[in-house]
């Protein structure tokens, strides 16, 4: 092409058009009646037909978009086509509802992966991943986006396992769910690893499982799910289409309700098998060796003796996890203060880390500060009791209501206030020697060189007549606490007040109970709620 003249080449572009053109009104399109002819075999022509659906041809007549009006039709007949339904559009099949989870699957699970190895994952990445998990929700297991919208923490962090099922309730239509187990660890990955990082310390998320890179509710799971096929350039359709679609496979073709995506393991592509087992054995080599802050790494030995091949394949990757570890530990050390490249240099001595330590000039660099009990976000957070990063989580009929977090706290941070009046500790126990109802919501400290207590037994409180604070929720434990209280008086519009700041006393990962020790012993290691 580059020897001729710019005449020929404009004559040989407008005939590639033209061949182009006639190749998509003929080669794009096929007629169901004729493949009966040419395939008799049945078993051939559907899974031609299916090959054809999933690479988006036009299928005339197809079997799938005309009701099974008689019954007398033998298996793999023509199909009749009336004059009546030649103009009436056709409407979509359940499996072109769900070609977008099909087609954006392998995507997905390379962003799940990189997620779940603590690899750098893009904000538009982590917002498709958000996409899969409302189209999910919404294709596979239909369910009105209105619904997916209003899914809250809880409704999560309150589901069960049975036989090999995760049962979900749904608040908002007051419906539970059997999610499959693949499904189950896409929502727990897009839980830990992406909702966590949506969080705003000022925002607040309204207790909702699906948020925007803003931190706020996430307002129209429709358009998220018209971006989702849009990014891979699929037709979109209505929630109501969807249900549509799967009453219609259900009562002709599917005598299995079990969601689409249980045989999809019978279609992948060439090439997934061995990554999803790499995975899979990885999680056994993790379980078997904890990458931890201070854990010492696998021998070749001890891989040979646990069954474990002795490449380093999986010895890097540890590696990788032991040191986002180390640096988490090495942040959480400078909650106050920016630290420097000799003080973190020092503690990295102190530590005994003599391999795979962080480069100190890269935990100088990643240091973020910490709010203090000064900043005025503090004093309205108190104002309001609308504390996020908690939430509220049954753990049975014995045990009751405890409060669990929902983001990662790290050391030294402040996670909430115990709202409560504070009195002497000689007052305290004057009222649990003259009561024995609601003992829990006394707790008892030691701030200003004196013996204090916080009563938060009066709800709902004079300054919060419609709210629950959070902080009371939280249960006794006095070996397991993981939060302190720390006594100040903070200058508020109307005065000073003497506030309980509850701080972590050391990292608190997603969904770990929030515990506190309450001063005295108990009866019952859990808070009354």
Partial sequence: MKNKTNEERKAEL???????????????????????????DEATRRALLEDLRERNFLIFNDPMDVPAESSDSPPGAAVKTHNKNRCRPALPTLQDCQRVLRV????ILDIQRRLLDQQHVEDDENTLFRYFCQAILVLRYFQRPDAVM????????NKKHVEGRIHMGITKNRETISLTEEDSAMLDTYFHKVRSGCLQGRVDDQARFFLSKQGKPVGCVSNDLKRLHEQYELPSFSSREVCEAQRFSTSTCSPSHEPANNKRGQKRKRGRGPADQHDKDFGAFYQRFPATASSSPPTKKKLIAAGFPPDRVFYDRWRSMQLAQREKHLLSQFAREPPTVSRVSLLITKEGWTSNCPRPEDVVAKWK????????????????????GMALKHFGCTNGQGVVAIQRF???????DYHGKVIT????????ESTQDDTGKLLFFRGGGRDLCADARTFPCECHPTGDPMGRRISHSSDGANLRPVHYRLNFPGGLRDVIILRATRDIEVCEELLLNYGLRRTSSRVPG
């Fill in 14 to 40: 407008d005939r590639a058009k033209k061949s182009m053109k006639a190749w998509t009104l003929r080669g794009r399109t096929w007629d169901y009646n004729v493949m009966v002819k040419r395939y008799p």
């Fill in 104 to 107: 954006s699957h392998d995507d």
């Fill in 150 to 157: 209003a899914l809250t923490v809880s409704d999560w962090l």
């Fill in 369 to 388: 500060p910490v709010l203090t009990e000064t900043d005025p976000w503090i004093l309205a957070m108190i104002d309001s009791q609308k504390w996020v």
């Fill in 410 to 416: 790290a050391m030294g941070s402040i996670v909430c």
């Fill in 425 to 432: 500790a000689a007052e305290g126990r004057k009222i649990m």
